[in-house]
């Protein structure tokens, strides 16, 4: 506990929020069962059905049947499941989990799912039914064999419709043995993983191939639409099962920013992120908030909490004490599955449920004895992570818990969990999936904001928008994205704690770039906290990428970001006046120069370490620019 003495006389009363949940599940009239294959899936997709603010549930169920619960606005869910949705088995496949989108613009949540078998894209009528439309939207099908884990969606290409990754696992199972024939190693072949690009029409094109994104992308358990970088594009982060012998996990960055074309590089092994594990999950968080966004990687064994260092990321879960996220017993390593990553008590550090889940003999290591694995609450108290199992108020013990993903059940500002696990056909359990109500008491010191946002130049849903929430001087940066759990989607809605203060300074929202490359910037300032708010993106502020910049000024670059002493521009217009300008979060200007050179150095080592704008003005065009100051 010497981490946690030394952080309460450096942040007195940092302690003083703790969350409690309940397990409401029963009076929520959730009652659902899964039976997995593989110990694979399920997941929980979490979505609003019907366009009423208030989040539903996809719920997959394997060999059994899926289910759809529409949130009733009083704590209870209902049973509003279509046969054909429910009864999958008549299409020979198995749901997993899946992701939930608007892939035709009709303005209803569509259904993607992930199953052990050819994989659905349910179309929403917007009447309460679904059609399965894989076949016309020109989705793969039919297939052989198919292993998929994980979906994920997101416009990366800017051209306003929403397109769909789909990680794909295991296709040949194989092991290399000792003399006496001992399993000790895997070399595993696993399936191609998909990039299917909206033609905008109703059909698909997969380009994986073109893209950039195909070849030998490992076992993939996970993957996720993320722009890691803050760039205002969509990158793939991909977390791949049997890395630590086959392929490790893979980040592929988006070029749309820099060249104009949605094409991908791969950028593992120069950031870091080249971790070799049986990952699960990516939990997106900024666990120690500078702005930066960090990832938490589930697996069997010790996970990762890889630190954005500013270009590179880094592993500090020893430093941040979650090196004992996992049990231990003899060599028996518990494996991890999904890690929500989110503030559930409100005191403005975001803390981390983490889905534990036996898995059963895996060489070289043993079985678990008792078969019982316990979830994890990982309480965030100044950067550092104390296990807060035991004081939450719920035990989340299961045979096979997978996905989970979050959600504020009741709008009451504190983030409840749903988590989905199987029993593997043991047939021991009543439910297998659990909703868990956050009875956190509020107090004083513990106020919240809760953000929705519809994206204009983009796909609606704005998968990538980030938003940088400032009260006090300190920042909360959050990135609407599907979350990273296995066969699972959080809510879009993004949530920040502001422990005592009830205003927010200054909400900044930037949306993704379009195909043009033009990106919008929001702000607002002085919001009062305790409040849920609704963003749509004005394309008409002159905070964005100005709709007269010319082509010349639309080429500009800036970079590093972050920058730590000197912010490089290039491609301006050569023996051109320029006028540069340097914005705060305020909107206060903390820089302003002039200069005609083809390349210009700004000196910003004078700068507070944040989040700033750079606009550039040349003969009565302009065009602003956001970096990071380290």
Known sequence: ??????????????????????????????????????????????????????????????????????????????????????????????????????????????????????????????????????????LNFPLDKNESNSSTFGDFDGDGDNDIYVGRWVDELNFVRDAAQNEVAYAHKGFPNWLYVNNGNGTFTENAKILGVEGDTGCTNIALFFDYDRDGDLDILVGNDFGVQIMPNRVFKNMLMETGKATFVDMTDSIGLDQHLFCMGIGPNDFNRDGKFDFYETSIGPERLMQNMGGAFKNVGDSVGI????????????????????????????????????????????????????????????????????????????????????????????????????????????????????VTPSSDKTHWLEMRFNAVRTAKEGIGTIVDVWAGGIIHSRQVSTGGGFGSQNSLMQHVGLGEFTVADSIVVYWPCDKYRHRTVNRYYNVPSDQILHFTEDTSATSGTSSVASSAMQQIKVYPTPAHNTLKVENLEASVGKRFEIFDLLGIRQLDVTGSESTFSLSIGGLKPGCYTLRITSAGSAVTKQFVKE
């Open 1 to 138: 506990m010497k981490y946690l003495t030394l952080l309460l006389l450096i942040f007195p009363g940092i302690a003083s929020a703790q969350f409690r949940f309940e397990d409401i599940t029963r009076h929520a009239n959730i009652d659902m069962q899964s039976v997995g294959e593989l110990s694979a899936g399920p997941g929980v997709v979490v979505f609003d059905l019907n366009g009423d603010g208030w989040d539903d549930f996809y719920m997959s169920g394997g060999y059994d049947s899926d289910k759809i619960y529409l949130n009733m606005q009083d704590g209870t869910f209902k049973n509003v499941t279509p046969s054909n949705v429910a009864i999958h088995l008549d299409y020979r496949t198995y749901p997993r989990g899946g992701s939930a989108f608007d892939y035709n613009n009709d303005g209803f949540p569509d259904l993607y799912l992930c199953c052990n078998g050819r994989d659905i894209l349910w179309r929403n009528n917007g009447d309460g039914t679904f059609t399965d439309v894989t076949r016309p939207a020109q």
């Open 323 to 438: 090196s004992n996220g996992y049990e231990l017993k003899g060599s028996y390593m518990t494996t991890t599955w999904t890690a929500l990553m989110s503030d559930f008590d409100n005191d403005g550090w975001e803390d981390g449920f983490i889905v534990h889940g036996y898995i059963g003999a895996i060489p070289p290591w043993e079985t678990n004895p008792n078969r019982i694995d316990t979830c994890q609450f990982a309480h965030n108290i100044g950067g550092h992570f104390e296990d807060y199992t035991l004081q939450s108020g719920v035990i989340v013990d299961t045979l096979e818990a997978r996905g989970a993903a979050y959600l504020d059940v009741d709008h009451d500002g504190k983030l409840d969990i749903a988590v989905a696990s199987h029993d593997h056909g043991t047939g021991g359990r009543p439910l297998d999936y659990r909703v868990l109500h956050n």
